[in-house]
């Protein structure tokens, strides 16, 4: 019976793919010649918290920014794990062997879709299809704290991640790279950049190619991309930008989860596997195509257009257990088994009129934006029984992996969910410059339309609502900017409350926030401090007592309030030091029909830190040296919604990386470099819970040696 899922594009993916890929073909007859390059922002670069080109220094709210060569230097290969090292993030929810999505939370709330230069990576919604973009095609993650509906719509109130795409360089820069490590990692990659002869025309290929063992028994992990992207400027004043990310992924680990029995009492490990290799498979396939028109009127006022087509399908094999399916005494635990074949086309476009206008001392930066996506997609989601009686009986103390006869499974249920999204929004701010002050106001109204039709069953969410910003910050010239701000936020919620069978209203969300940003005159010191109060009101969360986890209900409201301090100090210019530390108090501050009042949600900790620091030798016999360490603190969390079992114990995890420049050996080996990197360094084995039946453990140590070769 099994099959090897086959994924086809749509023919209008297809054509697209067709008509873009053919102008890289004439980057083959540039010059060898190496030159000295520097990697910058792309012009259509916008900063994710104004869409303008407002440092994030001057911008009235808490803004954290990481560079791509930290996400080099700490091995990073996901999202997840780029945002350990961010105050007010908690990530890799579901552990460290489920890969196949990103999970984390801003300021106590669940963060359930990522932006890519600007634009939303859509997701097949209430399901797992959902594009994940590989750290090799990012310059930089901006991760900004606090609602941003303002700007972006359908929005949750703690925040949002956008990930800047490395784009095309003038100057001629390549870098190839090889990899092996633990569990029998192997990896390639290339960056390519240049101008294409004496045109106004530069491009940038990247592509990566990455097999690994899982981090469970039986399971692998791998990946296949292909970015490449061309800048043409087409006039003087205008610049046509075409990209594409194609990425497939044929293997992507598991995604089942433990009892925390198994996990505590000592009869499980972090490479335990709860599922069945006769019965596991996971492979993903994403197409992405787009194109930035921006065009200058004059030196005033600007036009960008950024578009995105998504083609993306996702098929897995996989078991799941309930509460109820687990004996701690003996070890058996009953699973069930089930497929998803999920899919959607989407399109995502947002038009941008900027201009500044002078008055007396007073500097306007308008922005008149429209916005528009469009998503239909479907999953069929299938369950099946199996003659095998051995199968459920599976013991997860002395697991046996292979039990399931797949010759011997029959399909029991079949359903099939069609869902389909549209949102239109039309938003205005202004960000006023004056002498030493920073305003920025703004407000934005969306229609959001959304369905799920589960077999002939229709949910909806229909939508109309504003949102708004306020903020001011005030520049002095020691350097210290103190900035304030009021920001509201809305999330469209597609469905029916499992106890009064009501349709859900819009989750809506309001934020206060003071805060100081520092940066010294030399830029060799920068500090961000800030006090924040979130409060959501209408939050839907999983019904507690819900044994399939798919109920859902809509409590009142929900109090975030917390403090967050993160900076970077350049004890010398080759010696960095960056940290933080956030605290979270997050409360159910009215819920009388759930019971929930009073408790704190999941995967949130009271306290969390972290430190990274990098010292380059310059000099003697160690020249060429680079030494990255660092540490991260994640305090104890609530295991389940109700707050009746039990705590996730607190965790510490160091990770390392090494460099070396190789031309310090020998100069033929200039431009080339080896990095020794290892997360989790002392193996630290730790957990999280979704609650007592559902908790993941932690990734484990390992060890990864490249080799880069830069000309």
Known sequence: MYRQKQIHFSPLTLALLAAFCSPLSFAQDQSSESVETVTVLGQTYRNTATKTALEAEETPQAISVIESEELEQRGVTSLGQALRYSSGVVTETKGGAVTMYDNFYIRGFRIDQTYYDGLVLQYLKGWNLQPQIDPIAIQRVEVFKGPTSVLYGSMPP?????????????????????????RNLTQATLDTTGQFGDSSVSYRLIAKARKQDGQVDGTEEERYLVAPSIDWQATENTLINLNMYYQKDPAMGMNSSLPLAAITNGSTSPSTFAGDNNWSHFEREIMMLGYKIQHRFNDDWGFLQNLRYTDASLYQENTYHSASGFNQTTGTLSRNIYTTDEDYQGLVVDNQLSGVVRWGSVEHNLLFGLDYQTLSGDSAYKEYSTSDSGFYQFNIYN?????????????????????????LGAYFQDQLRWNQWVFIAGGRFDNYKGINNFSGSNTQADHNEFSYRVGALYEFESGISPFANFATSFSPVAGVDAKFGKPFEPEVGEQVELGVKYLSAD???????????????????TDPSSATYQDELQVGEVRSQGFEVEGRWWLMPNWDVAANYTYADVEVTEDSANGLQGTTPIYVPTHSASLWSTYNVEQGTLNGLRISAGGRYVGQMNMDATNTQGKVPSYIVADMSIGYDLA???????????????SNLFDEEYYTCYDSANCWYGAERTFELKVNYEF
């Open 399 to 423: 697991a046996n992996n292979s039990l399931l006869n797949r010759s011997n499974v029959s399909e029991v249920y079949a359903g099939n969910d069609q869902v389909s999204v549209d949102q």
């Open 664 to 678: 310090q050996l020998s100069d033929s080996l200039t431009g080339a470099r080896a990095e020794l990197i290892s």
């Open 523 to 541: 830029m060799s010191q920068q500090l961000t401090a800030s006090l924040y109060r979130i409060v959501k009101s209408n939050m839907v969360v």
């Open 158 to 182: 703690g925040g949002m991640i956008n990930t800047i795409a490395k784009s095309p360089q003038s100057q001629k820069h390549t870098e190839v790279s090889a990899s092996t490590g633990s």
